[in-house]
């Protein structure tokens, strides 16, 4: 009987498993549609339905409603049909090459059909993978394009990956671009939106329907940045990479009655090789759709002390945001900040709200300023008042009292009076005699001194020198 029961459990767990990482797919029959995650899509639990022609065009369906205009199943028949404005281009030099509509130029001598010339299909635990290949010959050079799509269930979001080979005695840059006209949630308006900072950029459209956030966008992961991204009028999305030499103009429509498209861009340059780029598509968001909010943006590090980039944080407390949403902070590098109440360079900073659940997705940001203050402005900070030495050493150290860090050209002078007159301590590690010091803080960039520290006084405790061992007598 256990026996059976183990072999009914076991059954079920791998049923459970076929099911979360179905996909549909021919990858010889480039006319069929592959869909990943055929039965879902339905609702808010089953994940993504994904649905790729043959030349890599997109029609995903996320709680039983399509996201790509037109609202309807990609058809078969074709590996170029799209849903509507949908598509990818590789553009070398003049010449375009599109899987879809996207920079489709019927009747254009330079405009050119980019068909599939092989794909697989692959099933690697509750995830489903398709790569199309494509292979283009211009001028007797022979480039080459990958496009793969990968999906986890039940995630929110897909990965597209592009590697693009550029071949050696090339001399023309190289260009890809895929975008599409947007159906977000049923609905064909909404405002457009980028945040992040550096190359980490998030950028599509997002709205509030009853309630709900609806969310659909680009995210940067990996490899060679965008450089350049669209999410505007989507009738426009041909004109734009027309017009500024095929890569999108950084343009953001923020209107919310906005009949909206999205689209990044990439220049691979003209040089030989393989290069790549990593995207997340996603399709649901839980960070807040505003900007962290602040009592004040500006921070003055005094004399170098770090500061704490969140103590002037105003927003949700980050114990009640949505599971997986924090707060993100990023360097005037553009590097994460692994610590931000402990910030010690000074610069432009950038925070949003970041959900960790649905592939980082992020809320619009705040730009935050950390300065230098000057280091004679406030009297130095010590741990105690008192010193006395510890035997069998006589002498103490003052500058153990003072925990700080100074910036270059800032020193810490130890004096025997209040108005740092006279000649400072020569030697502050090694105190031998017995007394009331103070402390300055003295700037030689600015020609100044701090207020004085409070008075510490050096108690000195009398040391036998004789020993703490009886001598030996032979």
Same mark, same amino acid.
């Given at each position: 009987?256990?026996?059976?029961?183990?072999?009914?459990?076991?059954?079920?767990?791998?049923?459970?498993?076929?099911?979360?990482?179905?996909?549909?797919?021919?990858?010889?029959?480039?006319?069929?549609?592959?869909?990943?995650?055929?039965?879902?899509?339905?609702?808010?639990?089953?994940?993504?339905?994904?649905?790729?022609?043959?030349?890599?065009?997109?029609?995903?369906?996320?709680?039983?409603?399509?996201?790509?205009?037109?609202?309807?199943?990609?058809?078969?028949?074709?590996?170029?049909?799209?849903?509507?404005?949908?598509?990818?281009?590789?553009?070398?030099?003049?010449?375009?090459?599109?899987?879809?509509?996207?920079?489709?130029?019927?009747?254009?001598?330079?405009?050119?059909?980019?068909?599939?010339?092989?794909?697989?299909?692959?099933?690697?635990?509750?995830?489903?993978?398709?790569?199309?290949?494509?292979?283009?010959?211009?001028?007797?050079?022979?480039?080459?394009?990958?496009?793969?799509?990968?999906?986890?269930?039940?995630?929110?979001?897909?990965?597209?990956?592009?590697?693009?080979?550029?071949?050696?005695?090339?001399?023309?840059?190289?260009?890809?671009?895929?975008?599409?006209?947007?159906?977000?949630?049923?609905?064909?308006?909404?405002?457009?939106?980028?945040?992040?900072?550096?190359?980490?950029?998030?950028?599509?459209?997002?709205?509030?329907?009853?309630?709900?956030?609806?969310?659909?966008?680009?995210?940067?992961?990996?490899?060679?940045?965008?450089?350049?991204?669209?999410?505007?009028?989507?009738?426009?999305?041909?004109?734009?990479?027309?017009?500024?030499?095929?890569?999108?103009?950084?343009?953001?429509?923020?209107?919310?009655?906005?009949?909206?498209?999205?689209?990044?861009?990439?220049?691979?340059?003209?040089?030989?090789?393989?290069?790549?780029?990593?995207?997340?598509?996603?399709?649901?968001?839980?960070?807040?759709?505003?900007?962290?909010?602040?009592?004040?943006?500006?921070?003055?590090?005094?004399?170098?002390?770090?500061?704490?980039?969140?103590?002037?944080?105003?927003?949700?407390?980050?114990? %009640? !945001? =949505? @599971? $997986? /949403? +924090? &707060?993100?902070? *990023?360097?005037?590098?553009?590097?994460?900040?692994?610590?931000?109440?402990?910030?010690?360079?000074?610069?432009?900073?950038?925070?949003?709200?970041?959900?960790?659940?649905?592939?980082?997705?992020?809320?619009?940001?705040?730009?935050?300023?950390?300065?230098?203050?000057?280091?004679?402005?406030?009297?130095?900070?010590?741990?105690?008042?008192?010193?006395?030495?510890?035997?069998?050493?006589?002498?103490?150290?003052?500058?153990?009292?003072?925990?700080? %860090? !100074? =910036? @270059? $050209? /800032? +020193? &810490?002078?130890? *004096?025997?009076?209040?108005?740092?007159?006279?000649?400072?301590?020569?030697?502050?590690?090694?105190?031998?005699?017995?007394?009331?010091?103070?402390?300055?803080?003295?700037?030689?960039?600015?020609?100044?001194?701090?207020?004085?520290?409070?008075?510490?006084?050096?108690?000195?405790?009398?040391?036998?020198?004789?020993?703490?061992?009886?001598?030996?007598?032979?």
């Amino acid at each position: 009987m256990r026996k059976n029961l183990l072999q009914i459990l076991f059954f079920l767990t791998c049923l459970s498993m076929q099911v979360n990482a179905q996909m549909i797919c021919t990858p010889t029959d480039f006319n069929d549609v592959t869909i990943m995650n055929p039965t879902g899509g339905t609702n808010t639990t089953n994940g993504l339905r994904t649905e790729i022609s043959g030349a890599g065009n997109l029609q995903v369906m996320a709680n039983n409603q399509y996201q790509m205009y037109s609202p309807n199943p990609l058809q078969g028949g074709s590996p170029n049909n799209t849903p509507g404005v949908n598509g990818i281009a590789l553009v070398i030099g003049q010449d375009t090459y599109s899987t879809g509509s996207i920079l489709n130029q019927i009747g254009v001598p330079s405009s050119h059909i980019l068909v599939p010339t092989g794909s697989t299909c692959n099933t690697m635990g509750n995830t489903t993978e398709h790569s199309i290949t494509f292979s283009i010959t211009k001028n007797s050079l022979i480039y080459g394009l990958i496009v793969t799509y990968s999906y986890t269930y039940p995630n929110s979001f897909i990965t597209v990956k592009y590697d693009v080979t550029i071949p050696p005695g090339n001399s023309e840059s190289v260009k890809l671009s895929q975008a599409w006209d947007t159906y977000l949630a049923g609905g064909d308006y909404g405002p457009g939106f980028v945040s992040g900072t550096g190359s980490n950029l998030t950028m599509g459209i997002q709205k509030t329907v009853s309630g709900e956030v609806v969310y659909e966008a680009f995210k940067y992961k990996s490899g060679k940045a965008w450089n350049g991204y669209y999410s505007a009028v989507f009738n426009e999305i041909n004109f734009n990479l027309q017009f500024n030499q095929y890569i999108f103009s950084n343009t953001i429509d923020t209107n919310p009655t906005t009949d909206n498209g999205i689209g990044i861009s990439i220049n691979y340059g003209s040089s030989a090789g393989t290069f790549s780029t990593t995207n997340d598509i996603i399709f649901k968001c839980n960070a807040p759709t505003s900007a962290p909010t602040f009592s004040s943006t500006s921070y003055t590090m005094t004399c170098g002390s770090p500061v704490n980039l969140k103590s002037q944080y105003t927003g949700t407390p980050e114990a %009640s !945001l =949505p @599971a $997986g /949403v +924090t &707060l993100v902070f *990023y360097d005037p590098s553009g590097n994460q900040v692994a610590d931000p109440t402990a910030v010690s360079t000074p610069g432009t900073y950038n925070v949003f709200y970041s959900d960790a659940n649905n592939a980082g997705c992020t809320s619009p940001s705040t730009t935050l300023t950390v300065t230098s203050g000057g280091c004679c402005s406030t009297a130095p900070s010590l741990s105690s008042n008192t010193i006395t030495n510890t035997c069998p050493t006589e002498t103490v150290n003052l500058n153990s009292l003072y925990s700080g %860090s !100074l =910036p @270059a $050209g /800032v +020193t &810490l002078e130890w *004096y025997t009076n209040n108005t740092h007159t006279g000649t400072p301590v020569a030697n502050p590690t090694a105190v031998a005699t017995a007394g009331t010091y103070y402390t300055f803080v003295h700037d030689t960039s600015a020609s100044c001194f701090s207020p004085a520290s409070v008075a510490v006084t050096f108690t000195k405790t009398t040391c036998c020198l004789a020993g703490t061992a009886a001598p030996v007598i032979n």
